[in-house]
């Protein structure tokens, strides 16, 4: 944002706002991404869209850290439509195929499902925390009409 930029009094009460956290690899990991979250979504997008971000953070959150290796890094994007969940983690193992396990962070995944019916869209890259190695799962979530 430049400061001189005169405001636009059509433009809405949103905006595009990367928040990032490391969180710690605990159990109460999810709570605290949680208040991350309720602390850095702003007022609108909060009044619109914050208990599905809460669920997404909580299921993205809570997979990365019993499934994945530290860090685990949380991004919350406020981006005038939707807010864009990010979680990476360093993790490039996980599951082993001899468990006949389905990787959490695909489709048929434990909790994926319901991040699916709550965004518009997500995906899986494979960029971990900071651009290294690892893996980043990312939700889309609109908001609700007005
Ligand atoms: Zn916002």
Same mark, same amino acid.
């Given at each position: 944002?430049? #400061? +001189?930029? %005169?405001?636009?009094?059509?433009? %809405?009460?949103? &905006?595009?706002?990367?928040? !990032?956290?490391?969180?710690? &690899? #605990?159990?109460?990991?999810?709570?605290?991404?949680? !208040?991350?979250?309720?602390? &850095?979504?702003?007022?609108?997008?909060?009044?619109?869209?914050?208990?599905?971000?809460? $669920?997404?953070?909580?299921?993205?959150?809570?997979?990365?850290?019993? &499934?994945?290796? %530290?860090?685990?890094?949380?991004?919350?994007?406020?981006?005038?439509?939707?807010? $864009?969940?990010?979680?990476? +983690?360093?993790?490039?193992?996980?599951? !082993?195929?001899? @468990?006949? @396990?389905?990787? =959490?962070?695909?489709?048929?995944?434990?909790?994926?499902?319901?991040?699916?019916?709550?965004?518009?869209? =997500?995906?899986?890259? +494979?960029?971990?925390? /900071?651009? /290294?190695?690892?893996?980043?799962? =990312?939700?889309?979530?609109?908001?609700?009409?007005?």
């Amino acid at each position: 944002m430049t #400061a +001189d930029a %005169p405001a636009d009094p059509a433009a %809405p009460a949103v &905006h595009r706002e990367h928040a !990032r956290v490391v969180l710690r &690899h #605990a159990t109460s990991t999810p709570g605290a991404a949680r !208040r991350f979250t309720r602390n &850095h979504l702003c007022a609108a997008h909060a009044s619109q869209a914050l208990d599905a971000v809460l $669920v997404v953070v909580s299921e993205l959150v809570t997979n990365a850290v019993e &499934h994945g290796q %530290p860090p685990v890094v949380l991004t919350l994007i406020c981006n005038v439509e939707q807010v $864009v969940v990010g979680v990476h +983690d360093s993790s490039t193992s996980e599951p !082993r195929p001899a @468990d006949g @396990d389905v990787p =959490w962070y695909s489709e048929t995944g434990r909790g994926m499902q319901l991040v699916e019916g709550l965004s518009v869209h =997500w995906g899986v890259s +494979d960029e971990g925390p /900071g651009g /290294g190695p690892g893996k980043g799962v =990312w939700a889309t979530i609109t908001l609700a009409p007005a």
